[in-house]
């Protein structure tokens, strides 16, 4: 255990820097720079800011300096948002998608690991062919009609919750469920699949022969099994979530991370930019090891070398 936990830490700093390095030189290859839009962009002023920000040098000089920086946990200032670290902006904006992806990713996993095991259990029955054409209406339709949907039903018409905002906890229903909704659909379909398959396996078969009634292989060997492609899912899933959604978020008047990333690229902010893939990549990586440490959990079979 403590050998593959090394050999991962090591994996995952060198992802981090791949892909790091890969946005910061990529953000300032691009045509044209973020002090361009300056109204009083006279070359004195713009070679000021550049010192400023030290993107004075040349590429090389900036990515080495700002690897230095980053090495320190330091994620410098934002271009736009001058007055804000990008430690700042992160800090105000992530706790909202974070606390709003949480509950989608709640909603996502019980929600599809429940349905698509009704589904396998009663195969081509009326639940089986409501549940997964259901599944694909929520997955063909996106979430800027699904979102003015919900509020037009459950807002305006019934009054039942509020339009957008952020507060309480009535603020946190209708874009939690518009987030989760497609992916609700995606883990209900791999469940029903992976559960179907493992329903003619021969280990399950000798489960029964046994003595254990259905319900009881069930509990005991077949879900631990068939969820295993659901976990695999999940754990990119927690991570896309909890960095946050632009379309969702707008919907329903949020502030939170998910502009971050769009907002940064048409801004040229580099330093912003990097330190939203330093996060999202970060939660990639731990959800990945949960991921694999929960294998050797769910599948006694399955064991961890380093």
């Not at 892909?19 to 006279?42: H, I, N, Q």
């Not at 960095?243 to 048409?266: D, H, K, P, R, Y």
Request: charged share 15%; proline share 3%; hydrophobic share 55%.
């Amino acid at each position: 255990m403590v050998a593959f936990l090394f050999r991962r830490l090591l994996s995952s700093l060198l992802v981090l820097f791949f892909a790091v390095s890969l946005t910061f030189l990529l953000t300032r290859s691009l045509p044209g720079g973020p002090f361009d839009r300056e109204k009083t962009s006279s070359a004195q002023v713009k070679e000021a800011l550049e010192k400023q920000y030290k993107l004075d040098g040349s590429l090389w000089q900036q990515y080495t300096a700002y690897l230095r920086d980053l090495a320190r946990l330091d994620l410098r200032v934002s271009f736009k948002y001058r007055d804000w670290s990008v430690a700042e902006i992160l800090a105000q904006k992530m706790p909202t998608s974070i606390k709003l992806g949480g509950v989608a990713f709640v909603i996502a996993s019980v929600l599809g690991v429940f349905i698509g095991s009704l589904a396998a259990m009663r195969r081509d029955t009326a639940v089986d062919w409501t549940a997964m054409f259901g599944a694909i209406v929520a997955i063909s339709i996106p979430s800027f009609i699904t979102g003015p949907f919900l509020v037009a039903v459950f807002a305006l018409w019934l009054g039942w919750l509020p339009v957008g905002g952020w507060g309480s906890v009535q603020h946190l229903i209708l874009p939690a469920c518009c987030l989760a909704a497609p992916y609700v659909a995606y883990v209900a379909r791999l469940m029903r699949n992976s559960l179907l398959d493992v329903l003619k396996s021969d280990f399950l078969r000798t489960a029964r022969a046994k003595g254990l009634t259905e319900s009881q292989a069930l509990a005991r060997h077949a879900m631990k099994v068939a969820i295993l492609p659901v976990v695999t899912y999940l754990g990119p899933l927690a991570a896309h979530l909890l960095t946050g959604s632009m379309i969702v978020e707008s919907v329903f008047n949020i502030s939170g991370a998910g502009s971050i990333f769009v907002n940064a690229i048409q801004n040229r902010d580099a330093f912003l930019l990097c330190g939203a893939v330093v996060i999202y990549c970060t939660l990639l990586i731990v959800f990945n090891l949960i991921v694999d440490l929960l294998y050797s959990v769910l599948d006694k079979r399955i064991q961890l070398h380093g």
